[in-house]
């Protein structure tokens, strides 16, 4: 495919995909939605790409849905936004969420609506100090959508949540770090290369342990205890016959460096 909204680049074991509609602070049209459903597809079946890096071009991360792309014209009937969410943004938030690879998210300026969210499902998420995050839904008449009404409870607690998607307030990076919503706020000219870094590092890891690690955490929240035992159990079983478990315990014993294969 030949991309026009996204820009998307390999270096060794790490994808990097650029959301690149900067005029419009990256906000989403079906083309753009899309060019990354082909180009995460992708990142999913190819083996040696071992993590994957998200972020934005220009000034802002992700301003969610281009509401010129829904434009209707007065007495036009309005646009089936379900159907919308279940064709493309239900869909991108099921495959960051359990796509069998790390994923970071460097956020290098405004996320909001759709994409604080989208944000929000990656695997780790860095920010610049100049960024923040804002939900956006309530300006328009709307609720929180992908998947915003289930990651902010869990993030930041129900009382902050509530007001979160209510009052619109904007969380700069620095906040949302304090909040637990993010994992650091990075000085601005320091985030792409402390992210790309960071997936570099992922990227030479157990990616199959890291992709159970992934898959064990985002069950807990339904699991009682003793459901999370039994699969942290299960997920295990499958670790320990890898060649990734093997080779961690010879290069401990032997004292020296791993060399992971992600298999």
Not at 95 to 119: D, M, R, S, W
Not at 131 to 143: D, E, H, N, R, V
């Amino acid at each position: 495919m030949d991309y026009q909204n996204i820009i998307f680049e390999r270096e060794g074991g790490v994808a990097t995909v650029t959301l690149n509609r900067p005029a419009s602070l990256n906000s989403f049209t079906s083309g753009m939605h899309q060019e990354l459903r082909h180009a995460l597809d992708g990142v999913a079946a190819d083996p040696a790409i071992r993590c994957l890096l998200l972020t934005g071009a220009g000034r802002g991360f992700c301003a969610g849905q281009d509401l010129n792309d829904r434009a209707v014209a007065p007495g036009d009937e309005p646009p089936d936004l379900a159907a919308s969410i279940d064709r493309y943004y239900n869909p991108l938030i099921r495959t960051l969420t359990t796509l069998e690879k790390p994923v970071v998210c460097a956020v290098n300026g405004v996320a909001a609506g759709a994409g604080a969210n989208i944000a929000l499902a990656c695997d780790i998420v860095l920010a610049a100090r100049s960024a923040s995050f804002i939900q956006g839904f309530s300006g328009i008449g709307l609720l929180p959508d992908s998947g915003g009404t289930w990651m902010l409870p869990r993030l930041v607690g129900r009382a902050r949540a509530m007001a979160l998607a209510m009052l619109n307030t904007r969380v700069p990076a620095e906040k949302a770090e304090q909040w637990g919503m993010i994992w650091r706020a990075i000085d601005d000219d320091r985030l792409l290369p402390e992210a790309r870094t960071l997936a570099d590092h992922l990227a030479t890891r157990p990616t199959l342990g890291l992709a159970l690690t992934k898959q064990a955490i985002n069950r807990a929240g339904a699991n009682s205890l003793e459901q999370q035992l039994a699969l942290e159990s299960e997920l295990q079983a499958i670790a320990g016959r890898s060649h990734d478990y093997r080779e961690g315990v010879a290069a401990f014993i032997a004292k020296r460096e791993p060399d992971f294969h992600g298999e």
